[in-house]
Nanobody
Framework: QVQLVESGGGLVQAGGSLRLSCTAS????????MAWFRQAPGKQRELVAR???????NYADSVKGRFTISRDNAKNMVFLQMNSLNVEDTAVYYC????????WGQGTQVTVSS
């Protein structure tokens, strides 16, 4: 059993920044693949950013140049620095871990106001 706990969500004005954090705990075999997903009302959950243990990253086209994913392997943590936020970024953001199955955090709300 793996637990993922997110923090850092909240309300921010368009153009502002927010930093999300996620800590993994429990019986973890591998933290190689970690990611952030988001889901807006009425839309499917989508991949925002992904990072592997060696630091290789992938980003959705919609967030490239604005968001940065990073990790602290010693603390089993992954972060998402979100800059130049716009209203389309409003969603529930979920921390994700692949450990021979999908693990999800509880989600943290990010609301961007215009």
């Amino acid at each position: 059993q793996v637990q993922l706990v997110e923090s850092g969500g909240g309300l921010v004005q368009a153009g502002g920044s927010l930093r999300l954090s996620c800590t993994a705990s429990g019986r973890i075999f591998s933290t190689n693949v970690m990611a952030w997903f988001r889901q807006a009302p009425g839309k499917q959950r989508e991949l925002v950013a992904r990072i592997t243990g060696d630091g290789t990253t992938n980003y959705a086209d919609s967030v490239k140049g604005r968001f940065t994913i990073s990790r602290d392997n010693a603390k089993n943590m992954v972060f998402l620095q979100m800059n130049s936020l716009n209203v389309e970024d409003t969603a529930v953001y979920y921390c994700y871990l692949w450990d021979n199955k999908n693990y999800w955090g509880q989600g943290t709300q990010v609301t961007v106001s215009s």
